[in-house]
């Protein structure tokens, strides 16, 4: 049984950091790309970053670029989102997610997926 778990969400003010943890379990996590989405309330799921299987490639929404930077540690079937200087319309429930070997930016390339983490970020 696949597992992702997402933790380190809360609240924060507009300039603070937060960092974000996603641990896998029951595959193998270096056969997989993993990738950071957030949705926030009436909006459509979308990308924020996606890694490679090695850390060697990463990709960044032109919205958060410059700002958060994604990494792994395959030793702990972790990935990870550090977000500095977050923004209030960085207010989203945040999920990471899981794709075989190859990263992608669309949501529906993804297998598995956690169950989200909110972060809310106020002015």
């Known amino acids: 049984q696949v597992q992702l778990v997402e933790s380190g969400g809360g609240l924060a003010q507009a300039g603070d950091s937060l960092r974000l943890s996603c641990t896998m379990s029951?595959?193998?996590?270096?056969?997989?790309?993993m990738g950071w989405f957030r949705q926030a309330p009436g909006k459509e799921r979308e990308f924020v970053a996606h890694?490679?299987?090695?850390?060697?490639?990463?990709d960044y929404a032109d919205s958060v670029k410059g700002r958060f930077t994604i990494s792994r540690d395959n030793g702990k079937g972790s990935v990870y989102l550090q977000m500095n200087n977050l923004k209030p319309e960085d207010t989203a429930a945040y999920y990471c997610?899981?794709?075989?070997?190859?990263?992608?930016?669309?949501?529906?390339?993804?297998?598995?997926w956690g169950r989200g983490t909110q972060v809310t970020v106020s002015s």
């Open positions: 029951g595959r193998t996590f270096t056969m997989y790309a």
């Open positions: 890694i490679s299987w090695n850390g060697q490639s990463t």
């Open positions: 997610a899981a794709k075989y070997i190859t990263p992608a930016q669309a949501a529906t390339a993804y297998d598995y």
